[in-house]
C-alpha cells in the first residue's frame, strides 16, 4: 500500500516539473495595436527587441526593448496617421546596419518609410519619408491603386537588396525593392492575380525571408469572409524567379504575375473542412517551409493548423481548435470580421516551436506549443491565464535564435470591437 509519505513525494515531484522557467515580462506600451498581415512587425537587433504598432490616436510608434535589463525607448514615427490596426509598421536592417521601417494606411495610396541610424544609440528614427512607388503602366492592367500592409525584407545574397511587399495595385500582392539600403526604390509590381482580373479579389499574404536568399511565400484565395472557400499556397522567391515547393520554376520576374494555381497547393478548401487564413510562415532547418494557418468549419471555431513540406510532399497536422472570434461584438449587431482568430506564430529559428492564442474559460490566453515529430503531438506551456483581457495576436520577433532567451509579443484587448475601435496595449515576456 502507498504511503501518504510517497503520495506527497510524487505530487511535489508532478509539481516542481510543471513550474514554469525564468521568465520577465511587462507591458511595452498601454495604447497599441497591430494587425498580422505587416510583418516583421518585430525584429532582435543585437540585445535589443525593435517593433512598433497604432496608437488609439492613430499615430505610428516604435519602442526598442533591451533584453538584459527590460529599459525601453519609444520614437514617434508618424503623429495621428490614421486610427486602424492595418497600419502598424513594419522593420528590416540594411546592409549598412541601420533600421528602416515601413507602413501604410489602409486602402489609401501612401506608403511611409522611417530610418534609425543607430539601432544601440540614441532611439530616433528620422522623420517619415513619402514613398511614390505606383506605376502607371500597371494601373492600367490592374485598375485599382490602394495600398494596404507593408513586409520588408533584406537578401545578403543580392548585394543586401531590399524587396517590400504588400496589398497595391490591383488590390493584389505588390512588389517593389532597393539596391541602396531604401533611398529610392522601383515601382510596385502585381506578383500574384487570378485570370480574369477581379478587383474585388484580394488574397491575403505571409512572407519569411532567410536573409540569405530565399523569401517564403504563403496566401489565400481571398478574404475568408468573402470567398465561397478559401485555400492555402505556397511558393518562394530565390534570385529573380519563384518556384513551387518541388523547387520547380513558376515565374521570372520578366513573366509575372502567375495565378494561384500555379504554386504549390497546402490546404484545398471545401464547405465542409472549412474556409482557411494563413496566420504566419517559417522554416526548418532544411529551408523548408514551415506554415502555421485556420481552418474554420464554422465561424465559432477556428482550427489552428501546422503545415510542413518534405520530400514526401505536405505534413498537414491539426494543432487545435481555438474558438470563435476575439472582437467584441455589439449586442443586436451581427460580427463584420468573424474569422479575426487569436493568433499564431512560428519560432524564426526552431519550427517546432509555435506560441498560440486560444479561448480558455471564455478568454483568449497565450501558451507555447513544442512539438518534436512534425506536429503529431505538442508538449504546451501556459504564458497567461486566468486573465481579465484577452490576449491575442502572438508575434516572436525575426532574428531570435534557438540557444537565445525566447521573447514574445502580443495584444491585450481592454477593447475590441473593430480594427478603427480599440484600446489594446502590447505586453512581452522573455523566457529564459
Known amino acids: ?61 516604435a519602442r526598442r526593448l533591451n533584453i538584459e535589463n527590460q529599459a525601453v525607448d519609444s520614437s514617434e514615427l508618424y503623429f495621428m496617421l490614421e486610427r486602424d490596426d492595418h497600419d502598424n509598421p513594419a522593420f528590416t536592417t540594411t546592409g549598412n546596419g541601420e533600421v528602416i521601417t515601413l507602413y501604410t494606411r489602409h486602402i489609401r495610396k501612401d506608403l511611409f518609410i522611417n530610418r534609425l541610424t543607430d539601432p544601440a544609440g540614441e532611439f530616433e528614427f528620422s522623420k517619415p519619408e513619402f514613398i511614390h512607388p505606383m506605376d502607371p503602366k500597371e494601373i492600367e492592367k490592374f485598375p485599382r491603386p490602394t495600398m494596404t500592409y507593408a513586409n520588408p525584407f533584406r537578401l545578403e545574397n543580392e548585394n543586401n537588396r531590399i ?17 541602396d539600403d531604401g533611398k529610392t526604390w522601383t515601382k510596385s509590381k502585381v506578383f500574384i492575380t487570378n485570370y480574369p482580373y477581379n478587383a474585388n479579389n484580394r488574397p491575403y ?47 521570372t520576374m520578366d513573366q509575372i504575375p502567375f495565378e494561384p ?13 472549412g474556409r482557411a487564413w494563413v496566420a504566419d510562415i517559417g522554416q526548418d532547418k532544411k529551408g523548408k517551409p514551415v506554415i502555421l494557418y485556420t481552418r474554420s468549419p464554422t465561424e465559432q471555431n477556428h482550427e489552428y493548423w501546422y503545415a510542413r513540406y518534405t520530400k514526401d510532399g505536405w505534413i498537414d497536422q491539426k494543432i487545435c481548435d481555438s474558438g470563435p472570434w476575439f472582437p467584441q461584438t455589439p449586442d443586436g449587431r451581427k460580427e463584420w470580421e468573424p474569422h479575426y482568430f487569436g493568433g499564431m506564430t512560428i519560432h524564426p529559428d526552431n519550427a517546432n516551436v509555435v506560441y498560440l492564442s486560444r479561448q480558455i474559460d471564455g478568454v483568449f490566453e497565450i501558451e507555447r506549443w513544442e512539438t518534436k515529430d512534425m506536429g503529431k503531438t505538442w508538449s504546451t506551456e501556459t504564458i497567461t ?48
Not at 494555381?261 to 473542412?273: F, G, H, L, M
Not at 531570435?400 to 475601435?421: C, G, P, R, S
Open 1 to 61: 500500500m502507498t504511503s501518504k509519505k510517497n503520495i506527497l513525494g510524487l505530487l511535489t515531484l508532478l509539481f516542481i516539473g510543471f513550474q514554469p522557467l525564468s521568465q520577465d515580462s511587462g507591458y511595452l506600451t498601454k495604447d497599441g495595436t497591430w494587425c498580422w498581415f505587416s510583418d516583421p512587425r518585430a525584429i532582435k537587433v543585437d540585445d535589443n527587441i525593435i517593433t512598433g504598432w497604432v496608437k488609439a490616436d492613430g499615430s505610428i510608434e
Open 163 to 179: 524587396y517590400c511587399f504588400g496589398r497595391w495595385v490591383g488590390f493584389k500582392p505588390n512588389m517593389i525593392w532597393s539596391d
Open 205 to 251: 499574404v505571409k512572407y519569411y525571408s532567410d536573409g540569405k536568399s530565399r523569401i517564403h511565400i504563403t496566401f489565400t484565395d481571398g478574404h475568408p469572409r468573402v470567398e465561397p472557400t478559401n485555400s492555402v499556397y505556397y511558393a518562394y522567391y530565390e534570385n529573380g524567379s519563384f518556384y513551387n515547393a518541388k523547387g520547380e520554376s513558376i515565374s
Open 261 to 273: 494555381k500555379d504554386a504549390s497547393i497546402v490546404y484545398t478548401s471545401n464547405p465542409e473542412q
Open 385 to 432: 491565464e486566468n486573465s481579465e483581457f484577452d490576449n491575442v495576436r502572438p508575434y516572436l520577433p525575426r532574428g531570435l535564435k534557438a540557444k537565445e532567451d525566447e521573447v514574445v509579443l502580443w495584444m491585450e484587448n481592454q477593447k475590441y470591437i473593430h480594427y478603427t475601435n480599440y484600446h489594446t496595449s502590447i505586453k512581452y515576456l522573455i523566457r529564459k
